[in-house]
T-cell receptor
Framework: AQTVTQSQPEMSVQEAETVTLSCTYDTSENNYYLFWYKQPPSRQMILVIRQEAYKQQNATENRFSVNFQKAAKSFSLKISDSQLGDTAMYFCALGTGNQFYFGTGTSLTVIP | KAGVTQTPRYLIKTRGQQVTLSCSPISGHRSVSWYQQTPGQGLQFLFEYFSETQRNKGNFPGRFSGRQFSNSRSEMNVSTLELGDSALYLC?????????????FGPGTRLLVL
């Protein structure tokens, strides 16, 4: 069975600081995709970053980057220079086989 | 481009009734997926439609069904509503390509079952 685990229900970070959100997953598939989605209080889910499992290079999108450790099945998200607008629920997700799996989410609060 | 739209945004139903939710994907997107979000169970995948065919399916009972039209618009139906069906239902669309391409989510339909 496929699973996605986010062990940090809540986190906080000072504005302009760096924070890392953890995610581990389990799958027996060789081909899969990993995602971080952000859901601000307004509820619209937004893609933060996407990683194909066959790519060794870690994905980056401006202030967002991932540390993809395939052997360890770990997929953490690093947010640099945190901004107030980064306050949201962050979901790690796995797309594989014929299903899509979300973790339980990490609520991130950026403190001014 | 206009984003993913979902109608209605809010619904109140009673147990035993049925409900139909609608999703219009981003223009050009042919894949539409549906998710249920609840405080207790989190986000759960319901099903995905591609070119009017159900391509993938989550672990939900048969009371949950869907369909996709030739213009890629999708509807989700829940029959014989139960209190536990109260949730935010999210729709997401993606462009053709490999499976599990980037999904773009709509604002959701909040369903309350009384």
């Amino acid at each position: 069975a496929q699973t996605v685990t986010q062990s940090q229900p809540e986190m906080s970070v000072q504005e302009a600081e760096t924070v890392t959100l953890s995610c581990t997953y389990d799958t027996s598939e060789n081909n899969y995709y990993l995602f971080w989605y952000k859901q601000p209080p307004s509820r619209q889910m937004i893609l933060v970053i996407r990683q194909e499992a066959y790519k060794q290079q870690n994905a980056t999108e401006n202030r967002f980057s991932v540390n993809f450790q395939k052997a360890a099945k770990s997929f953490s998200l690093k947010i640099s220079d945190s901004q107030l607008g980064d306050t949201a629920m962050y979901f790690c997700a796995l797309g594989t086989g014929n299903q899509f799996y979300f973790g339980t989410g990490t609520s991130l609060t950026v403190i001014p | 481009k206009a984003g993913v739209t979902q109608t209605p945004r809010y619904l109140i139903k009673t147990r035993g009734q049925q409900v139909t939710l609608s999703c219009s994907p981003i223009s050009g997107h042919r894949s539409v997926s549906w998710y249920q979000q609840t405080p207790g169970q989190g986000l759960q995948f319901l099903f995905e439609y591609f070119s009017e065919t159900q391509r993938n399916k989550g672990n939900f009972p048969g009371r949950f069904s869907g369909r996709q039209f030739s213009n890629s618009r999708s509807e989700m139906n829940v029959s014989t509503l139960e209190l536990g069906d109260s949730a935010l239902y999210l729709c997401a669309s993606s462009s053709p390509g490999q499976q599990w391409e980037t999904q773009y989510f709509g604002p959701g339909t909040r369903l309350l079952v009384l």
